[in-house]
């Protein structure tokens, strides 16, 4: 089985889409406005965003993605940070490399690495 799509409510389509493209390899399909745009990953997985300036998630959700080893966690952490982005310092979490940051369009993202045995 292989994730289809996630819809998400964003405060800021434009620069929500600019993360994506940029860090997460995603790529749009259509034109994007500043109301939507729909993104594809390199497994064909759709993201579509709509803006809702009013949006709030849960405290705890979050949409992770896993990197192919430890290194590739702390690239892409030195790169948002270069990237004016202030994403937490990466750490051991059970088993996990990995580390949290609020995106612009107001959701949380984790970025991973699993390089042990789960407890």
């Known amino acids: ?8 409510e964003v405060t800021d389509v434009t620069a929500t ?3 994506f493209e940029t860090y997460f390899g995603f790529r749009r399909t259509r034109l994007v406005t500043q109301e939507m745009a729909f993104l594809r990953d390199e497994n064909q997985a759709l993201i579509s965003l709509f803006r809702n ?10 949409i ?11 690239e892409l952490h030195r790169r948002l940070v270069e990237g004016g982005f202030h ?9 996990r490399w990995t580390f949290y940051f609020a995106t612009p369009g107001g959701f949380t993202l984790e970025v991973q690495k699993f390089h042990r045995e789960l407890v």
């Open 87 to 95: 994403p937490e310092a990466p750490r051991e979490d059970h088993g």
């Open 53 to 62: 300036e009013a949006v709030v998630y849960p405290q705890m959700f979050h």
């Open 64 to 74: 992770g993605f896993t990197r192919e080893t430890v290194e590739e966690v702390d």
């Open 1 to 8: 089985m292989k994730l289809n799509h996630i819809n998400l």
């Open 17 to 19: 889409v600019d993360l």
